[in-house]
């Protein structure tokens, strides 16, 4: 267990939908990341906050979005769904800067 | 841009056979290097890491060593067991303007055969 949390475990939902995914970091990591992996993609950078302040962003759509929140926690919204968002995405923290990120358990969604 | 190489799978070996995935990183810089593991159906495990030139990560009876003058960052196993069958990915951490990602290779399928 790395003490990173995600909700939900899996997301069923239809195209044009929205959905939001749940992260929690390790008690005292400030950073938060998010990535997706795809079988087309792999594993791909999204985005990064630190301390609630947006620190990177990388291949993520414009139909996404995120925040971190005053207790750390983050949320990753995706809008206007499509069948290629079909992934599983994962959040990650650590402490800050080069230390190991430690990734959560993921978040499956499917998109029909 | 910095990216990850490594082996393309999938390996299949017999229980107590030697392991080795390749991976060799293109990068600015001396990035920490890491190596991810994830077991079917689960999220991703730090495996090991190493932070600089010739520091060998390891864990579980893995390794790796940091080589600068090859590029590399080679996982190796003595002697694999079925319970390491899951897909093993490389990663390199890119450092810019206060921000950190990791860059992930396209990840090693293995299967351990008993």
């Known amino acids: 267990d790395s003490g990173v949390t995600q909700t939900p475990k899996h997301l069923i939902t239809a195209t044009g939908q929205r959905v939001t995914l749940r992260c929690s970091p390790r008690?005292?990591?400030?950073?938060v990341y998010w990535y997706q992996q795809s079988l087309d993609q792999g594993l791909q950078f999204l985005i990064q906050y630190y301390n609630g302040e947006e620190r990177a962003k990388g291949n993520i759509l414009e139909r996404f979005s995120a925040q971190q929140f005053p207790d750390l926690h983050s949320e990753l919204n995706l809008s206007s769904l499509e069948l290629g968002d079909s992934a599983l995405y994962f959040c990650?923290?650590?402490?800050?800067?080069?230390?190991?990120?430690?990734f959560g358990p993921g978040t499956r969604l499917l998109v029909l | 841009g910095d990216s990850v190489t490594q082996m393309e799978g999938p390996v299949t070996l017999s229980e107590e056979a030697f392991l080795t995935i390749n991976c060799t990183y293109t990068a600015t810089g001396y990035p920490s290097l890491f190596w991810y593991v994830q077991y079917p159906g689960e999220g991703l495990q730090l495996l090991l890491k190493a932070t600089k030139a010739d520091d060998k990560g390891s864990n579980k009876g893995f390794e790796a060593t940091y080589r600068k003058e090859t590029t590399s960052f080679h996982l190796e196993k003595g002697s694999v067991q079925v319970s390491d069958s899951a897909v093993y990915f490389c990663?390199?951490?890119?450092?810019?303007?206060?921000?950190?990602?990791?860059?992930f290779g396209k990840g090693t399928k293995l299967t351990v055969n008993p």
């Open positions: 008690s005292g990591d400030l950073s």
């Open positions: 990663a390199l951490i890119v450092s810019q303007g206060g921000s950190e990602k990791l860059v």
């Open positions: 990650a923290s650590s402490v800050s800067g080069q230390e190991t990120q430690y």
